[in-house]
């Protein structure tokens, strides 16, 4: 991971503890403006993995990168279906989950609800 220039009111956050049996849900903002959804039960590790070029795809090709947000702990199932939702979500609306805008979800929801 390098030093690069985020979005207004995006920021970046620290990697969270490790809690037995539980996952985490976390998003990296890619230095090409893409935001890369994941889950693990082990977030620094994985970073790690993704910094090290052996993490997802995504991450390979474009190894500049900041963990801009992380949900959890949850179940695991859990993290993978709320992996799975914020994968279909729009790139506004994942911004506006990690800024903690909750007026831009509502509108950016399709029911008007978050």
């Not at 207004?8 to 849900?25: A, F, I, Q, T």
């Not at 939702?85 to 729009?90: D, G, V």
Request: proline share 4%; hydrophobic share 35%; charged share 30%.
């Amino acid at each position: 991971m390098s030093i690069m220039e985020l979005p207004k009111g995006v920021r970046r956050v620290g990697c969270p503890e490790l809690v037995e049996g539980l996952s985490w849900v976390y998003i990296l903002f890619m230095r090409n403006g893409m935001l890369y959804v994941g889950q693990s039960s082990d977030v620094e590790a994985r970073v790690q993995r993704h910094a090290s070029g052996t993490g997802a795809r995504q991450t390979k090709q474009l190894k500049e990168f900041s963990l801009v947000f992380t949900e959890g702990p949850m179940e695991p199932n859990s993290a993978i279906k709320r992996e799975r939702q914020l994968k279909k979500w729009s790139h506004a609306k994942k911004i506006a989950l990690i800024r903690g805008d909750l007026e831009s979800l509502k509108r950016l929801s399709k029911s008007g609800k978050i």
